[in-house]
């Protein structure tokens, strides 16, 4: 069975740093890129960072770029998301997501397995 389990959430205040793991199995991790979305309390799941199998080619969104890195260790079939300079509106439940192949985009519905999510809390 594929699994995504994801670690290294906590609470850290305003401008710190925190490093997401996300451990998959080897199908999961093999496939054509890995992602990271976000779903803060009332607010739909957005799209965070993504990073293609060959690790050559990152996809941020606006709110992260510059803050954010997305990375892989193929040896250990991890992906990371070390997070910097974190505001209050980075709180949210963080979720690793594996795409299989490409779709086109890197929408919610490109990615085929899911991990259980891991609380951010930022505070100010």
């Known amino acids: 069975q594929v699994q995504l389990v994801e670690s290294g959430g906590g609470l850290v205040q305003t401008g710190g740093s925190l490093r997401l793991s996300c451990a998959a199995s080897g199908r999961a991790f093999s496939g054509y890129a890995m992602g990271w979305f976000r779903q803060a309390p009332g607010k739909e799941r957005e799209f965070v960072a993504a990073i293609r199998r060959s690790g050559g080619t990152t996809v941020y969104a606006d709110s992260v770029k510059g803050r954010f890195t997305i990375s892989r260790d193929i040896a250990k079939n991890t992906v990371s998301l070390q997070m910097n300079s974190l505001k209050p509106e980075d709180t949210a439940v963080y979720y690793c997501?594996?795409?299989?192949?490409?779709?086109?985009?890197?929408?919610?519905?490109?990615?085929?397995?899911w991990g259980q999510g891991t609380q951010v809390t930022v505070s100010s």
């Open positions: 997501a594996s795409s299989t192949y490409y779709r086109g985009s890197y929408s919610q519905s490109a990615f085929d397995y």
